[in-house]
């Protein structure tokens, strides 16, 4: 079956840097487009970064641009996400998506478990 498994999450002070990594298994991984999410307290699920399968494009949500860096190994399976200059407000949950290239269907998208990251002012 499908794992999807986080890990790197912690507690940081604000200016410092964390790097998640999402690992996959039981895909064929270079099929997939990747993406992060986060969940605040309260709040909604919204997307941080994404990667098109190949690494060729990536895009981000507007308060991590210019700190938060999406990347991915396709021979790991592994997609990253580097966190630099983190703020309080980047305190949440975050979750690693895996979404087949090409298919709109929720059948064909898979979720980790999350890994908080917690930033102290």
């Known amino acids: 079956q499908v794992q999807v498994v986080e890990s790197g999450g912690g507690l940081v002070q604000a200016g410092g840097s964390l790097r998640l990594s999402c690992t996959v298994t039981?895909?064929?991984?270079?099929?997939?487009?990747m993406a992060w999410f986060r969940q605040a307290p309260g709040k909604e699920r919204d997307v941080v970064a994404s990667?098109?399968?190949?690494?060729?494009?990536?895009d981000y949500t507007d308060s991590v641009k210019g700190r938060f860096t999406i990347s991915r190994e396709n021979t790991k399976n592994t997609v990253y996400l580097q966190m630099n200059s983190l703020k309080p407000e980047d305190t949440a949950i975050y979750y690693c998506e895996a979404r087949l290239r090409g298919s709109t269907s929720m059948a064909t998208r898979y979720w980790g478990q999350g890994t908080q990251v917690t930033v102290s002012a």
């Open positions: 039981g895909i064929t991984f270079s099929m997939y487009n």
């Open positions: 990667i098109t399968w190949s690494g060729a494009n990536t």
